[in-house]
C-alpha cells in the first residue's frame, strides 16, 4: 500500500498493513508525518528525530523500521520506504516549508520530553541499591561508559544485564543515537543472520525487498546482544567480522556494508566452559570480552532486598491504585532468608503478586511462593560459603544421581539444589565432577 505523505511516498510493509494504515488514516488528508510519529513507540521516537531532521533537509529516501502503538496496547513492527517526490509546481512552497519548520520544531521539543519519560522508566534510575556489590559494578560502568570498547556483561538469569547496557549507553557519546536489544536466544537459528544484518530481495523465499538488520538500525549508536553464547557458529562468524573490520554483508549479498556501532554482549553462560567445548569460538570471545562486567546475584546483594522491595512496591500499588504503607515483619525475614535463584526478575514478580492479593496498607507473601528448590535440598550459594568443598561435591553428586545426570530442566539437579544450570555446570566443571557417570544410575 502506498501513499503521499508531505512529500513523499510511503510504503508501509506489515502483516497487516491494512489495520495498520486504518490506524494512522487522516479523514481528509491521509496519514501524515505527524500522525505516524505520534504514534510510534515511545523509545523509537527519539531515534527517528535524527533522521527526520536529515532527510527533512537533504530531501532523501527514507528506510527504516519501528514499532507502532495499536489499540488495546497491542505494539505493530513497521517496515517504511519513504520515496522523495518532488513538487510538480512552485505554488504554496513557501507555506510547506514553513510548515515543516513548525513540525520539526514540535518534535524537537517533544523529544525532549520523551528522553525525559526515558530516563525515568527505562535507564539507570531503576538500578536500585547501594550494597557494596553493585556500587562496584556501577562504578565501572562510569568508567567503560564514556569510551567505545566492546563490553561483555555476565551473571545469572534475571539480574539486570540488559539495564546495564542501557546505563552504559546513556552515558555514552552515543546517548542521542539509538540502542537497539536483540535477544539471540529469542530468535530461531536459521533467521538470526537475516536478523542480525539483514538481507537482499531474494535471498531466500520469502524475501520479497531489502531488509535492513538490526546492525544498520543501530549505526551510531549500540547494538546490546543479549545471550549471545546462543549464537550459532556460522553467524560467530559474521559478527567477529563486524568487531574486527566495523563491516558485513547481508544475506545474498555481494558486498560490504560498513557501520558504525558500539557493541555490548551478555550472557548468563559460563563462555569458558563454551570456548573449551568449541561451542564459542575463542577469538569471538576475546573480541567481546574487551571490558568484562560481572552483574552479582541478588542472594550476593542482600541488603538491597529492602529498597527493592519498596521500589516495587511503589510502583505497582500506584499502577492498580493502592496504598500500601509497609512490609510486615514475617515477609520481611522471609524476603531476606531466600536465595532468589530467579534474582530480581523472581523478586518483581512476587512483589507484583502480593500487591495484586494485597487487602490492607501492609503488604505479606505466601512463603509457598518461595519454593521453587526440592524440600530438603541446600542452596548451592550457601553450601559454598558454609561448607567445605568436598561437603559441596557431595550435594552436587547427589542431585545429579538423583536426577540421573540431568543438570537443566525441571527435573534437573539444578532446579532440586535451586540454583540456574549454567551456574551448577561451572561447579561441576571447577570439581573435576563427570556428570555421564549418573546417567545410568
Not at 218 to 236: H, M, S, W
Request: neutral net charge; hydrophobic residues 40%.
Amino acid at each position: 500500500m502506498t501513499t503521499a505523505l508531505q512529500g513523499a511516498e510511503f510504503d508501509v510493509l506489515s502483516d497487516d498493513s491494512e489495520l495498520v494504515l486504518s490506524h494512522l488514516h487522516h479523514p481528509t488528508d491521509g496519514p501524515t508525518v505527524e500522525v505516524v510519529l505520534s504514534q510510534a513507540h515511545l523509545v523509537d521516537r527519539a531515534a527517528i528525530q535524527p533522521l527526520i531532521d536529515r532527510i527533512t533537509r537533504e530531501v532523501e529516501d527514507w528506510n527504516r523500521e519501528h514499532r507502532l502503538r495499536m489499540p488495546a496496547g497491542v505494539v505493530k513492527h513497521l517496515h517504511v520506504v519513504a520515496h522523495a517526490v518532488p513538487d510538480d509546481a512552485t505554488a504554496g512552497t513557501e507555506s510547506t516549508y514553513a510548515e515543516i519548520q513548525a513540525l520539526k520544531d514540535r518534535l524537537q521539543s517533544e523529544n525532549i520530553v520523551l528522553r525525559e519519560e526515558i530516563d525515568k522508566t527505562s535507564m539507570f534510575e531503576e538500578i536500585v541499591g547501594t550494597s557494596p556489590p553493585l556500587r562496584a559494578v556501577l562504578s565501572h560502568v562510569s568508567k567503560v561508559a564514556p569510551t567505545d570498547s566492546t563490553v561483555l556483561i555476565t551473571g545469572e538469569t534475571g539480574t539486570g544485564k540488559e539495564l546495564i547496557a542501557r546505563a552504559i549507553h546513556k552515558r555514552s557519546p552515543r546517548a542521542a543515537r539509538a540502542f537497539v536489544a536483540v535477544n539471540c536466544a529469542a530468535i530461531p537459528s536459521s533467521l538470526i543472520a537475516s536478523e542480525l544484518f539483514g538481507h537482499e530481495k531474494g535471498a531466500f523465499t520469502g524475501a520479497l525487498q531489502r531488509r535492513q538488520g538490526r546492525f544498520e538500525l543501530a549505526d551510531g549508536g549500540t547494538i546490546f546482544l543479549d545471550e549471545v553464547g546462543e549464537l550459532p557458529a556460522e553467524t560467530q562468524i559474521m559478527l567477529l567480522r563486524v568487531l574486527q573490520e566495523r563491516e558485513f554483508e547481508r544475506v545474498g549479498g555481494s558486498g560490504p556494508v560498513r557501520v558504525n556501532v558500539r557493541v555490548i554482549a551478555a550472557t548468563n553462560r559460563d563462555l569458558h566452559a563454551a570456548v573449551a567445548d568449541g561451542t564459542f569460538r575463542a577469538d569471538l570471545f576475546y573480541r567481546l570480552n574487551v571490558f568484562p562486567l560481572d552483574v552479582p546475584a541478588l542472594r550476593e546483594r542482600r541488603p538491597d532486598i529492602p529498597l527493592l522491595v519498596e521500589y516495587f512496591t511503589h510502583r505497582y500499588a500506584t499502577r492498580v491504585g493502592k496504598r500500601i504503607r509497609c512490609v510486615s515483619r514475617e515477609t520481611s525475614q522471609l524476603l531476606q532468608s531466600y536465595d532468589w535463584p530467579g534474582n530480581i526478575r523472581e523478586l518483581q514478580n512476587v512483589i507484583e503478586r502480593a500487591v495484586i492479593v494485597c487487602d490492607s496498607d501492609t503488604l505479606s507473601i505466601d512463603a509457598r511462593w518461595l519454593s521453587g528448590r526440592s524440600p530438603g535440598t541446600a542452596p548451592l550459594a550457601s553450601l559454598s560459603t558454609g561448607t567445605l568443598a568436598t561437603h559441596e561435591k557431595d550435594a552436587i553428586e547427589a542431585a545429579l544421581k538423583a536426577s540421573k545426570g540431568r543438570v537443566a530442566g525441571p527435573f534437573g539437579a539444578a532446579g532440586r539444589l535451586g540454583v540456574p544450570a549454567s551456574t551448577l555446570e561451572s561447579k561441576i566443571k571447577a570439581l573435576h565432577i563427570d556428570k555421564r557417570r549418573f546417567k545410568s544410575g
